[in-house]
């Protein structure tokens, strides 16, 4: 299998479990946070949502300059907001991977601010750790947020609590 077609089979995977939480996410509380030095939820959300362009950007560039970069987030309004921006940037993602070769993923790839290097790696492990490990901390941290809100948590790789609690009382009302 081709380095290309293993990362697109990994973020549609992750994507679909993403998809799970972004529906419940409780938009009216967007200005919420669990403390102080938490980030609020809607820039939470915001941030899971666009972390696939980091994988365009990545595969498109040769470095990006957070000096330079004018990043503006998007709070979402409606989940459905949240799952057409993130199927566009999924979309968009899996099309610059799609698009890549293998001697791609070997290129170098420099984050800076200014002058200041921050990293410079090869794009096969920028993604990883740039762009999919940082989307699935996030989606994480986005899963402590909905549990503290009394949001049912869905499982992303297997049954949740919430999940187990509601077999089971399935299972009870077959049984009775």
Known sequence: MSINQSFIME??????STHRILERVPVDKNDWK??????KLGNLVSHIVSLPTWMTMIMTSDE??????????VIATSNSELAETFDKNVNEAVAALQAAS?????????????DHVILTMPKASVLRSMAM??????????TVYLRLLDVPVPGLYGPSADDMIAMAASSEAVAN
């Open 11 to 16: 973020l549609q995977h992750e994507a679909a």
């Open 34 to 39: 669990p403390h102080a030095k938490s980030m």
């Open 64 to 73: 990006l300059n957070l000096a330079t970069m004018d990043y503006k987030p």
């Open 102 to 114: 293998e001697a791609d993923f070997g290129k170098m790839w420099t984050l800076r601010k200014g």
């Open 133 to 142: 490990s940082h989307l699935y901390h996030h989606r994480g941290q986005l």
